[in-house]
């Protein structure tokens, strides 16, 4: 009985010991979770919305000090060129060699995600004639079986597509069978008479049934 009553005494005793260590460890897990709690209410997340440039997209994944180099959160510039153009504010991408000729204003065809793939070609911020884009190399370019022409290309076509062009005889620079062969034009009938390739001896420019 001795015995068992001196294991009873020893257990109420460790029990007796052990509340207060509990009471004071959950006191002090809980002043640090206030305290950190506290510490994030002095320090919010800086709102980068609040400079009037706000990080979207591939800047929203960009560190700090990929733009504000040495510290410099003053004198950054706002614009894309400003930082992808040639002698860029910092070492950032920048517009290909091979690029179309355009403004600086890459937002009109580019999105802040990424560079590719261009939703939209703003022409409006394009420099330059058609060719000088449309060469087969920056852009699509005239396709091999074109019809013969030295007259630019807006003469016919437009920005919106290339197919359902209003065609121009006016720089078409050669004879009407040249085009007019049933392959890269419409060409003369079956039930045609019999008549030589000169086919502006008969026709016009404006239509095929019209004689002059």
């Known amino acids: ?5 001196r294991k009873k005494g020893r257990k109420k005793q460790q029990k007796t010991l052990r509340t207060p260590f509990l009471i004071g460890l959950t006191t002090m ?3 640090g979770f206030a305290s950190a709690e506290s510490a994030g209410e002095q320090k919010p997340r800086f709102d980068h919305f609040t400079t009037g440039f706000e990080l979207i997209g591939a800047h929203a994944r960009a560190s700090c000090a990929s ?3 040495g510290g410099n959160f003053s004198s950054v510039p706002t614009t894309c060129a400003g930082c ?3 002698n860029g504010f910092v070492a950032a991408t920048q517009q290909p060699t091979h690029h179309v000729l355009t403004t600086n204003q890459c937002a009109s065809c580019h999105q802040p995600r990424s560079w590719q793939p261009v939703v939209r070609v703003d022409h409006l911020e394009v420099i330059g004639t ?4 449309h060469d087969g190399i920056r852009a699509l370019g005239q396709p091999v079986n074109h019809l013969p022409t030295t007259d630019q290309c807006d003469s016919c076509h437009n920005t919106r597509a290339f197919s359902f062009a209003r065609f121009s005889h006016t720089a078409a620079g050669t004879d009407c069978f040249s085009c007019h062969n049933g392959v890269q034009a419409r060409g003369k009938p079956p039930d045609h008479i019999p008549a030589s390739n000169f086919c502006d001896a008969c026709h016009n420019t404006i239509s095929f049934e019209g004689l002059p």
Do not use: N, T, W, Y
């Open 1 to 5: 009985m001795r015995e068992k009553d």
């Open 29 to 31: 897990l809980f002043c």
């Open 67 to 69: 733009c504000h180099e």
């Open 84 to 86: 992808h153009g040639q």
């Open 130 to 133: 058609c060719a000088s884009c």
